[in-house]
């Protein structure tokens, strides 16, 4: 498929950054003007106040770069920059967001790079869509530069961790971005300074260019895990890159036109993976004990599950409502359950011909998605795929805890075949659930069948999941 948008980095890509300690010193006392307007007075000089900062900054950053997890700022501040101050959460909200901006802008010195607003001019020219995925603990603070460097009109959309609540690396973010656009991960590019954030999260999520812009800014934190497309010292450098692929990518598209299928788009569980042994370990941690089922046990497990898969609950919470289910109330008991529960949900195991079909597939040039009902993250499930070697490949991930509906919901499908820009009959679900094929099949798209339920109905039936390259609706 060919290139479509153009997505930055903003530190360190945009715009360069760096602080000193004399620098911050200098102005950290705009934080403490910003705490005093709560009354919260520390007796801390501006060099002590600077120091537990920066290496609070530092601790959350070796935190986040572990979990992907981007807290409200009133939590990073109080859980790192002011650690050990006595200074709560929630005296900290009324102000947390100016304090995440004075963060951001005040205690680094930013100058956007020279050459950006021509570079930006001239990707546009070319008909690429512009947008920004961005690290940041502010909601303010991107725009503002932006603003302040007379380009913001070139970038929508404008993705910040701040508001999604994950950080590159993870993929999610990325596959989030994408799906503002309306386009799969395989017609995006991203460009940033970072490879353990910038370039492995681009991989991951299946971007066809991952561009590295040096800058000399050194977090601390050992930068590396993927290799990039490109390495350019001067953003200028991107636009024959771009040129290239242009080219390219006309001559790919005609060659691809005519085909019968452009996207094929697969449920998760029991199609790529399975689980070998269900609930072998809750029940293990069941055996044994006294268990007072609720009297409407089976309806209220369907229901709590609904909502974990459709993100209303979260998963440690989903654990702990169906162990009540069970009678189990004791808090040390619910720990070790939930333990129990979550090894069982991380135990699979790749289905025999996955790697080698899926990779296949997408060396013929064809559209690849994922169309999963899950309380799992994605980064959880991409996990699993780059460790058995088809991770990476994937140009959309439908997650129905981010979308907030379950298939057989037409949104499913219907968010996946958008995003593609295809029509219906142009793509195909693989999938083994009666319920699931029904609903592809309901919003136009053709269907394979494979691990079905008796009683599925489908266009193809395969046996084998390597019989799906055999497929003549896939040969061309």
């Not at 136009?444 to 999941?465: H, K, L, Q, V, W």
Request: aromatic share 10%; with cysteine; net charge negative.
């Amino acid at each position: 498929m060919s290139l479509k948008t153009v997505f930055f980095d903003m530190g360190g890509t945009i715009d360069t950054f760096g602080f000193s300690r004399e620098y911050r010193i200098e102005n950290v006392h705009f934080i403490k003007d910003c705490l005093a307007r709560i009354s919260i007075s520390l007796d801390l000089s501006d060099e002590q106040l600077t120091d537990s900062i920066t290496k609070g900054a530092l601790d959350y950053l070796r935190w986040n770069m572990t979990t992907n997890i981007e807290l409200n700022p009133a939590e990073i501040w109080s859980r790192f920059f002011l650690k050990g101050f006595s200074v709560s959460e929630s005296q900290l909200t009324p102000i947390a967001e100016d304090l995440a901006f004075l963060y951001e802008t005040k205690l680094y010195h930013r100058e956007m790079r020279k050459e950006i607003p021509i570079v930006l001019s001239k990707v546009k020219e070319m008909g690429f869509r512009i947008g920004v995925i961005s690290n940041t603990q502010s909601l303010n603070q991107v725009r503002y530069n932006l603003q302040q460097y007379g380009i913001l009109e070139y970038f929508d959309p404008i993705v910040l961790s701040s508001e999604y609540g994950r950080r590159k690396p993870d993929p999610a973010i990325f596959y989030h971005a994408a799906r503002l656009v309306g386009v799969p991960t395989g017609a995006c590019a991203y460009i940033g300074d970072k490879i353990n954030r910038d370039i492995v999260g681009a991989r991951r999520s299946g971007f066809r260019l991952a561009v590295q812009i040096k800058h000399k800014y050194d977090d601390g934190i050992q930068d590396e895990g993927a290799s990039p497309d490109a390495i350019i010292e001067n953003m200028m450098e991107l636009i024959p890159i771009l040129e290239v692929l242009r080219v390219k990518d006309n001559i790919i598209e005609d060659s691809q036109n005519g085909r019968k299928v452009k996207a094929i788009f697969f449920d998760a569980g029991d199609i790529l993976y399975y689980r070998p042994n269900k609930e072998e370990n809750l029940k293990k941690f069941l055996d044994g004990k006294e268990l007072i089922f609720h009297q409407d046990f089976e309806s209220e497990r369907m229901r709590l599950k609904d909502l974990a898969f459709s993100g209303q609950i979260g998963r440690h919470d989903y654990y702990a409502k169906v162990l009540h289910l069970f009678g189990i109330d004791d808090p040390l008991q619910i720990d070790e359950g939930v333990k129990a529960m979550s090894l069982d949900d991380n135990t699979v195991e790749i289905v025999d011909g996955v790697p080698e079909t899926i990779n296949l597939l997408k060396e013929k040039g064809y559209i690849l998605g994922i169309i999963t009902d899950t309380a799992l993250p994605i980064t959880k499930k991409l996990n699993w795929f780059d460790q058995s070697g088809f991770g990476g490949l994937w140009d959309v991930f439908i997650s129905s805890k981010e979308l907030g509906v379950r298939k057989p919901d037409p949104e499913m499908y219907e968010k996946a075949i958008r995003q593609v820009g295809i029509c219906p009959t142009d793509a195909v679900f693989v999938g083994h659930k009666i319920s699931e094929l029904d609903g592809a099949r309901s919003v136009g798209m053709r269907t394979i069948a494979f691990n079905f339920e008796e009683g599925a109905i489908a266009d193809y039936y395969i046996d084998s999941f390597c019989d799906l390259v055999k497929l003549p609706l896939l040969e061309n």
